[in-house]
């Protein structure tokens, strides 16, 4: 579990986040939304440590985040996995060496112990026979999957993803979207979703935090966004009338006027 | 200000490389990597430099010396004293400022801009002793031995010169070779050389390790870290002589 409390973040004058608290727990998607600008990735990165907040607590299992040594905070580093926007694999590495490089860096495995972890994670995120290729030759749903493998490689407590969807197909996305909360509820991962793709927050967001200009506008989980009478959370979730549409018809499945038969699995085939 | 400021970040990062490796296997293996790309990478371009600047200066330096007073064989002792004092150490350095640094502040820059970087901290891993460390271990380990490389190169192409323009002879060329031949010269161009190469690897690494932005960051980054490699080389040549010799 991870808790958020109170963190204040802000460069020179301008105020990115202002006393947001929030709980992300185990074994759920756990997703931040909002517009660009809102805040969400800086938020990100100070739940990872990349940026210090300014004021504020994560807990990381009660273990302070943000007031512990480099030491302890390396510790729980190595409990973490993120999947970056732009999948961050490194270059002059194939597709096996990106996934082995944690397992090389933090484990003293021998090779094969290694290539067959390596193997596990790249089947179970459906990427077979790509191991000798190179980020270069990997399209961009396969780099999210390979950014994904090597995320979870070390079997992590934490899951951070930014933007797992930003430049991928409808299709991709729901595969990288089904991939991520299967994973998490199988690893009992604690998930952290930074997005703001509605398909996304409809389909795995078990609990969602919405950030407007630095607060937190509203929370709840994908059954009660629908409910929700914020304007500001509407104006930004419906902003189409197709979404308005698609809000009305999740509306009437969640009241059961009309069945829910839709399956994920069907519409990926 | 700026310049004050980015000292302190550099004094910082420097001082961010020494902190227990999380796998010295790994750390070996990028330090090795940083030899072959540093050493390995640039010899070619060292070899050829340093044969034309002996062959120049042989050329050039017996076109000065028009007294019949003088033996031919003293365009030999002048050539081999400006290839080991100068242009071994500084002139090849200055070429590897390009080669190198500019090498070094892009593959950061791209690591930076590409969240590379991010990605190795949110491992675990101090992406300052992991990324920057090596490479400025490998440039002082493989700098110096380039600069003796191309010492020894220069003195071949000036020889090499010297016979095929009919200027003079091998034996007279090897003759002037040890003629006051002073080992000290050969140890200021090291100390040279260090110093040089300290500037060579971690110069760029500063500019490439904090560039913000995109690709014109990036670009803008390792032309920035090239000419004020170039600088302090030059800088350092000067107070070295002035202080050492």
Known sequence: MIEVKNIKKSFGDRIVIDDISATMKPGQCNLIIGASGSGKTVLMKCMVGLFFPDSGEILYQDRDFVNM???????????????????????????????????????????????????????????????????????????????????????????????????????????????????????????????????????????????????KEWEGSNKEIIFSKNQRLNDFIFASEFLKDAKEMRMLEETGKIPNDRNMDDMMK | MTLIRDIGRFLLMLKGMFSRPENGKMYWKEFMHQCSEIGIGALGIVAIISVFIGAVSTIQTAYQLVSPLIPPSTIAQIVRDTVILEFAPTLVCIVLAGVTGSRIASELGNMRVSEQIDALEIMGINTKAY????????????????????????????????????????????????EGFQAYNVIFALIKSYVFAFIIASIPTFYGYYVTGGALEIGRASTKAVVVSCILVLFADYVLSALLL
């Open chain 1, 69 to 215: 040594n480099n030491e302890d905070r390396k510790e729980i580093r190595k409990e973490i996995g993120m999947l970056f926007q732009g999948s961050a694999l490194f270059d002059s590495q194939t597709v096996e060496q990106n996934v082995m490089f944690p397992l090389d860096m933090f484990t003293k495995d021998n090779y094969a112990t290694k290539l067959k972890r390596v193997n596990e994670v790249l089947a179970r995120v459906n990427l077979v026979d790509a191991n000798k290729k190179f980020p270069s030759e990997l399209s961009g749903g396969m780099k999210k999957r390979v950014a994904l493998a090597r995320a979870v490689v070390l079997n992590p407590k934490y899951l951070f993803c930014d933007e797992p969807n930003s430049g991928l197909d409808p299709l991709t996305s729901l595969v990288i979207d089904k991939l991520i909360q299967e994973i998490t509820v199988e690893f009992n991962i604690t998930t952290v979703i930074n997005t703001h793709d509605m398909n996304s927050v409809m389909e795995i967001g078990n609990y969602i935090v919405y950030m407007h200009k630095g607060h």
């Open chain 2, 131 to 178: 990324l920057i460390m090596p490479k400025i271990a490998a440039a002082l380990l493989m700098i110096p031995l380039l600069v003796v490389i191309a010492m020894v190169l220069g003195i071949w192409g000036g020889r090499l010169a010297g016979s095929m323009a009919g200027i003079l002879s091998h034996d007279t060329y090897d003759k002037g070779l040890l």
